[in-house]
Antibody
Framework: EVQLLESGGGLVQPGGSLRLSCAAS????????MSWVRQAPGKGLEWVSR????????YYADSVKGRFTVSRDNSKNTLYLQMNSLRAEDTAVYYC??????????????WGQGTLVTVSS | QSVLTQPPSVSGAPGQRVTISCTGN?????????VHWYQQLPGTAPKLLIF???NRPSGVPDRFSGSTSGTSASLAISGLQAEDEADYYC???????????FGGGTKLTVL
């Protein structure tokens, strides 16, 4: 059974840093690109970042470019999101999701349960 | 403000058919990028509902179907059931943003 388990969320002050982790199991982790998607309280979904299976290519939404860094350790089946210079508007539940390529656009076929990040003083 | 526009809410009685629209532009749906749909039940993570416009993952009933036309996509739900009450999101890719994009979401209420 495919499982994704996020951790590392919490309360952080504006300007602070946090690292999220996503532990994967039930599939060959290195064969899949992975993404982070966030959801602010009461709001919709926002794609944040994507990393290819090898880790060789990364992609970011404009809203986090230059502040967030996605990485992975395929030997540990774990995805990471390093978040720096955090702002109040980064407050959200952060989900990791497995990417599947279909035609021209990836879709996200498996999701973790999410971890809440709150940026507040 | 999402680049893919969905109605904030739709509703229908049990057994009825409802449709949820997802309107984009020439940089996303109009550029023939695929559209996918997700269902998010209250308090849970999103779940893949439709991929590649019309395909359903195993376990998703055929009451759910998708389509596209021009710069828009639609999700149709027939034979509405109480368990369908949830938020629904469309997703595609936007070439001007160089990133994956979601619609703002539509809350379905079963009356």
């Amino acid at each position: 059974e495919v499982q994704l388990l996020e951790s590392g969320g919490g309360l952080v002050q504006p300007g602070g840093s946090l690292r999220l982790s996503c532990a994967a199991s039930g599939f060959t982790f290195s064969n899949y690109a992975m993404s982070w998607v966030r959801q602010a309280p009461g709001k919709g979904l926002e794609w944040v970042s994507r990393i290819t299976g090898s880790g060789g290519s990364t992609y970011y939404a404009d809203s986090v470019k230059g502040r967030f860094t996605v990485s992975r350790d395929n030997s540990k089946n774990t995805l990471y999101l390093q978040m720096n210079s955090l702002r109040a508007e980064d407050t959200a539940v952060y989900y990791c999701a497995r990417d599947r390529l279909w035609g021209s656009v990836d879709y996200f076929d498996c999701w973790g349960q999410g971890t809440l990040v709150t940026v507040s003083s | 403000q999402s680049v893919l526009t969905q109605p904030p809410s739709v509703s229908g009685a049990p057994g009825q058919r409802v449709t949820i629209s997802c309107t984009g532009n020439s940089s996303n749906i109009g550029a023939r990028y695929d559209v996918h749909w997700y269902q998010q039940l209250p308090g849970t993570a999103p779940k893949l509902l439709i991929f590649g416009i019309t395909n359903r993952p195993s376990g998703v009933p055929d009451r759910f179907s998708g389509s596209t036309s021009g710069t828009s996509a639609s999700l149709a739900i027939s034979g509405l059931q109480a368990e369908d009450e949830a938020d629904y999101y469309c997703q595609s890719y936007d070439s001007s943003l160089s990133g994956w994009v979601f619609g703002g979401g539509t809350k379905l209420t079963v009356l």
